[in-house]
């Protein structure tokens, strides 16, 4: 997980949809599985920030003034 | 549909029980079994002599399977390929005793020069190649029906997706539909009359040159051997596509659905998006997700595709619909360039490609190196759409010497392989390459034109398991059990494409129109795969389902909408 991927929390999941599997597989190195499982965690966490922005974001955009319709590309349609 | 074990006869239980002699035809029984012995039995004359090295397929168990087990894509695919098991004498006593080796169902291994391996015998789902076919050429036999059934399954299932993803999109933005049909793609002159007719048809003709030389182009690289250029376009143009087409499509969504959308959030979105895709299809994969990436992305290229005009993409498709039979079935083509630059480098043309099979394909034996790509290393070009082995396995492509040379020449490799993989299957030397479909690349309109390389040719090719995994080692230690059956369909990526067009095209129109469309053009595809198995070579993927969809647009617009109309009232959505 390098910084590269920072900020990419599908990759993650993907990473872990991908490597699952190998969770069961009592051969694989438990290193390797607990960074499967922090993969999957950390996708989690890095994505409820972002939801939280979504949310945020929808409800309180006409608040915001002028700084809200300047990160909008779609403004509703009677706004 | 099997049988429960035990039963002596596979078709116990369906179909009367009589003795059939050489000659009777069963019409009472329309299961596979039914209308394979009806098929095997009407062929006059005798069998197949027994042969030792047949082994019928009765006797593989999905647990002989090296790959059966937790992998989801191999249950399914052990499901599928056992009948019920027979008697090991290989005789059928539902047959009144008489050993009829054409009542079996077997499994030869493919052993082209000799018994390779005997013991090792892959009973795999091979079907057919047991010369059983009646003498080979232009027989079919039931294990013929049988995999060429499944694969339609495999292969219809997610063009259909596409196709019903696409109609969904234009459907939810038909409403709001920006009046972009007046516009002209390439018209640089502001100078625009109302019905610039010549204008749009310049426009399709436009779009087609630019298919037809990206494809030249993308040939002539790959024959010269520029694979990073071409893998570095193929990635770019996904990326891209991805990206680019994919926020366009989410804000389009969001202005036709009323949502607020922030920049943020489509940035994080569509890089995520986009990554996500490149990794899944050109390095590591995982079969559902990449199949799921490569169906969302034709659909969303053709989404973008229906914003071009009306007579724009009626002409286009039209004469997509030339190229494609030019390009494939003619000797001039594109494709007999790929091909050889294919053999020449030992590697798989590059594109990208819908596969039907599974992740942990055996990496096909180096000697045949028919998707099993070139022993070459860093620049393996990946067939990008094809699953990879799994990760674990450390790039292995090259499985089983032994395992190698089987099932090669069966009729399901038909398609391309057949008339060249006979020839290139008796090349004992380094694996001739496999002949693929021409690169093909899911970019942007203008790149989209490989993509019609791609969809130039369906191939009935065995899955190829080499994708991206890794550039490459060989892999010599690849467990030579890994004999899964490679043979799948494949269908480029730009055959999705302009089907997906056509319809979404056609969901601009009313839901009637939608609705037949749909259906000619999942016919055409239908009708496209009986012809691979009946030819067995290559075949262009769009003829018939875009003449039968364009046919049935405007027949119905012209006919059939109107007279709905006048007979229903209220009906929504017309």
Redesign the interface.
């Known amino acids: 997980m390098s910084p590269c991927f920072f900020l990419l929390p599908w990759l993650w999941v993907i990473n872990y949809i991908i490597f699952r599997q190998h969770l069961k597989d009592p051969a694989c190195s438990p290193v390797i599985k607990r960074y499967i499982n922090y993969s999957l965690t950390g996708a989690v966490l890095l994505t409820l920030p972002f939801f939280v922005w979504f949310i945020l974001f929808q409800t309180q955009w006409q608040t915001w003034g002028t700084f809200g319709e300047k990160i909008a590309i779609v403004i509703p349609r009677g706004h | 549909m099997a049988d429960p074990p035990g039963a002596g006869d596979p078709l116990a239980g369906r179909r009367p029980v009589h003795p059939t002699g050489q000659g009777e035809v069963l019409y009472d029984d329309l299961s596979f079994e039914g209308i394979g012995a009806a098929i095997n039995n009407s062929r006059l004359g005798p069998g197949p002599p027994a042969d030792p090295r047949v082994v019928p397929l009765s006797e593989y168990t999905a647990s002989e399977d090296p790959l059966s087990g ?2 989801p894509g191999a249950a399914e695919s052990a499901d599928m390929q056992q009948p019920s098991p027979t008697d090991s004498s290989g005789q059928d006593p539902g047959y009144g005793g008489t050993v009829d080796s054409t009542d079996q169902l077997f499994v030869a291994p493919l052993v082209l020069d000799d018994e390779e391996d005997p013991g090792q015998t892959q009973p795999g789902e091979e079907p057919g190649a047991d010369g059983g076919d009646g003498g080979g050429g232009g027989g079919m036999t039931v294990e013929d029906v049988r995999h060429y059934v499944r694969q339609i399954d495999h292969i219809f299932r997610p063009v259909l997706i596409c196709m019903c993803l696409v109609i969904w999109w234009v459907k939810v933005e038909a409403v709001m539909r920006a009046d972009t049909d007046g516009m002209r793609l390439f018209g640089f002159s502001t100078v625009e009359t109302g019905d610039n007719i010549g204008g749009f048809i310049i426009d399709a003709i436009i779009i087609i040159s630019a298919v037809i030389i990206m494809t030249i182009i993308l040939a002539v690289m790959f024959w010269f051997g520029l694979f990073k250029i071409i893998f570095g376009y193929l990635i770019f143009s996904t990326g891209v596509l991805l990206g680019g087409m994919g926020a366009l499509f989410a ?1 389009s969504q ?2 036709a659905l ?9 940035v ?1 979105a569509a ?3 986009a ?2 895709g490149l ?2 299809v050109f390095y ?3 079969l559902r ?1 990449q199949q799921a990436y490569l169906t969302v992305m034709s659909a969303l290229l053709a989404w973008s595709l229906t914003r071009i005009n009306e007579i724009t993409t009626w002409v286009l498709l039209g004469l997509l619909v030339i190229w494609d039979i030019i390009a494939v079935l003619t000797p001039c083509g594109p494709l007999k360039l790929l091909i050889a630059a294919s053999r020449r480098h030992q590697k798989d043309i590059p594109a990208l490609l819908y596969s039907v099979t599974m992740v942990w394909f055996m990496a096909h034996d180096p000697e045949h190196g028919i998707l099993g790509g070139g022993k070459s290393s860093d620049a393996s070009p990946v067939d990008s759409s094809d699953e990879v082995l ?3 396995r450390t790039g292995g492509r090259h499985g089983g010497n032994g395992g190698g040379r089987r099932r090669q020449s069966t009729p399901p490799r038909g398609a391309l392989l057949t008339d060249e993989g006979v020839e290139l299957h008796d090349l004992t030397g380094p694996v001739p390459a496999s002949p693929e479909h021409a690169p093909a690349s899911e970019g942007d309109l203008r790149s989209g034109t490989e993509a019609e390389a791609a969809d130039v040719d369906p191939h009935l090719a065995d899955a190829d398991p080499d994708a991206a995994d890794t550039g490459a080692q060989e892999d010599e230690d690849a467990p030579p059990a890994e004999a899964k059956a490679r043979d799948g369909l494949k269908l480029g990526l730009g055959d999705f494409v302009f089907y997906s067009v056509l319809l979404g095209r056609a969901a601009l129109s009313d839901w009637t129109t939608t609705v037949t469309c749909l259906v000619a053009v999942s016919a055409g595809l239908m009708s496209t795969i009986f012809l691979l198995a009946f030819f067995r070579r290559a075949l262009p993927a769009l003829p018939i389902s875009l003449v039968l969809g364009i046919i049935f647009f405007f027949v119905t617009r012209a006919v059939i909408t109107p007279f709905v109309l006048e007979h229903v009232s209220g009906v929504v959505g017309l």
């Open positions: 937790p992998m804000i969001s202005l009323n949502i607020p959308m922030d920049y943020i959030t489509i994080f890089v995520n998006f990554v996500g990794v899944l590591c994969s995982h997700l799994a990760p674990v």
